[in-house]
């Protein structure tokens, strides 16, 4: 199959379609990103790599990057999670404090915001050095030692997170944090700055 004329294809097709998407500037670095990249790289299960436009560019994978915390957690301390998070759909906005004050510092699941605040808190038990134990994780799993945090999105994901901290004073509330909170916080501004390619 020639993928690159099925992604110059898709890429074509879109130049055509409204994107009435925003980069998000509620963390400032996040508003100086060019909105017109456009990356993919594929790598077949026979192990061939196609890539097309900006499959090299390194961005921020923010939400993204709670699904390898999760893994990480969960490998530690299996099925206990759950005394500790949900697993049902949020049905409210991922920072929402209206639900996590209705179920009493509990996260719906550990992909909203509240959520991958308590893996953090874990992790901060469970790891010795959690963010670098993190970056190993990730290293070993994608086989990229390049992979990083870009302390420029960290700082602005601190300087702005003030909902974030209301997040994790309420779970701290209601017991669900054990951990000092700077410290479980700063994990948490990292693992959304960790940077990466599609590649």
Request: net charge negative.
């Amino acid at each position: 199959m020639h993928y690159e004329t099925l992604f110059q294809e898709i890429h074509s097709e879109l130049q055509s379609v409204e994107d009435p998407g925003q980069v998000g500037d509620y963390i400032p670095e996040l508003a100086h990103v060019n909105p017109d990249q456009f990356g993919v790289h594929l790598t077949t299960i026979g192990g061939e790599e196609f890539a097309f436009g900006d499959a090299e560019k390194r961005f921020s994978i923010q939400s993204i990057a709670k699904v390898f915390t999760f893994v990480l957690a969960y490998s530690r301390i299996k099925s206990s999670i759950w005394k500790r998070t949900g697993l049902e759909p949020a049905g409210t906005p991922f920072n929402s404090l209206v639900q996590l004050e209705y179920d009493k510092g509990i996260p719906r699941n550990p992909f909203i915001n509240a959520g991958a605040i308590v893996i953090c808190d874990i992790l901060a038990s469970e790891l010795a050095s959690p963010k670098e134990n993190i970056l190993s994780f990730i290293h070993r799993i994608t086989g990229a030692d390049s992979i990083n945090y870009n302390s420029k999105v960290a700082l602005s994901e601190k300087k702005t997170g003030y909902r974030n901290y209301a997040l994790v004073n309420l779970m701290k509330s209601f017991a669900n944090i054990k951990n000092d909170i700077d410290r479980v916080m700063d994990i948490y501004f990292h693992i959304c700055s960790i940077e990466m390619s599609c590649k």
